[in-house]
């Protein structure tokens, strides 16, 4: 036996190797090392283990095996198919064996025989736990069927309800198309509530999407078609009209696509990630409200000396009608609180309430259609020895300094005939007016607590610049999530 086992081995599945087990990798590199120029080809496969999953899906990610001359070659190709039938999720193990084939040989080249053993996951799966979302916390209940007809196929249903009383309910479908990790194909029917108190009501949205994913030199794109009713409910007695305007049901129709470009370093402690998101609805996709919704946001950090860091982060977004305003609010905005943005709180311009910053109705925040918020930011080592070698670098002091500004786009912003629509210049340079000058800013220091799936932060906020009708936070502020500015 020539070669057992993958190199890129899953983390999950290793173990600490002992001194023998150490001693006898050496001594199997050192002889590879010797040998792998050697001429090789693969002569046939042997598979076991599969009962569910299909045998063409198998033998696709084993084809490119039999493309390698030397033994190097073939190595490299079973380790990186095993790798990938890994990545398909329905096989709880993979092992791939390299034999030599007796009496076979092509020239001075040896045949080979790949050999190999999968264990499939169970087709039923049922698990409950606990996770971390913006600012809150939830529990979950997810039930799965796993490759049901053996083409590496999910059926899925999640089940959460938060902290601060949202739920959701999602029935899936997931595939990748052709046996393709990298080119996953989901259907969804989901249900959603979210409690929004910081503007007076309550909003549920029931829809269905079918969504696709694929990887390019550019980064991860996410295309997402999504028909789905939102209806604003839940109203008090202080709800302000202009909340109160957009009550009831709303169907939206719309295409959105997605961008991440990940550009750290491979240890991930320099470098940035690039996000942008553009959203088309109506505009002959059917549907009550029609608009187009960009967002752009980067995050950029470097390693410092003595384990320090240093980040910064800018995001902006803009929401731009493309229908006339004959359903103007009486706040005279374009566009449904369902779709507009809001800014402030503990996850992106610290120092402000939650949805602080913006435009308002008496208590309520009423969202706006184009905003930009930045933040810098200097982590050090936490200085408490006790705590720092308990935790280690995961707790660190942090400085910061951001700001932001969210405004809306006015029917009489675009001139005579009512709409933003008509006159595209006049209303982008009214509102880059209003962004540039009515923004707020906040400097702080506090302590984060990174793992790697959330973050938590308490900070010491300090307002520097509040523009009127914006809601500043003095003093400590917390927050904890998975995503912050």
Known sequence: MIFSGSRAT?????????????????????????????????????????????????????????????????????????FNLRRLGVFRSVDLQLDTVGGKTKGKAEALRVLVDVQERNL?????????????????????????????????????????????????????IAGDPDLPFTLHMYKTSQDRPTSSHVQQVRGVAAEIEGRTIMGTHRLRYDIAVRDVTGLSDETSFSIREHAGPSLKSSLKHSLVADLLSDDESSGAVVKFDTELAGAGLGGNVSFWKNMFDVAWKHRLPNGCELGASFRTGLLWPLAPARHTSLSGQLSSVCDRFFLGGSLDVRGFDLHGVGPRAKSDALGGDAFWAAAAHLYTPFPHRPWREQFGDKLRIHFFANAGSLTSLHASDGGGDGSVVGNAKAALTEAHRRLTTQFSTAVGVGISLRFASFTAELNYCIPVRVCEGHRPTTGLQFGIGIAFL
Not at 132 to 147: H, K, P
């Open 124 to 176: 039923f799966g049922l698990d409950a736990g606990t996770a971390v979302g913006q600012n809150e916390g939830s529990v979950r209940l997810n039930a799965n069927i796993l490759n049901p007809l053996g083409i590496a196929d999910k059926f899925s249903f999640q089940s959460s309800r938060s902290t601060a009383g949202n739920t959701v309910f999602d029935l899936a479908y997931r595939v990748p």
């Open 10 to 82: 899953n983390a999950m599945e290793t173990s600490e190797p002992s001194e023998m087990d150490l001693e006898e990798q050496e001594l199997l590199a050192n002889v590879f090392e010797q040998i792998k120029n050697e001429p090789a080809f693969v002569s046939d496969t042997d598979v076991v283990g599969v009962r569910r999953t299909a045998a063409w899906l198998v033998a696709k990610h084993l084809r490119p095996v039999f493309d390698g001359n030397t033994l190097s070659e073939v190595v490299d190709a079973a380790d990186e198919a095993a």
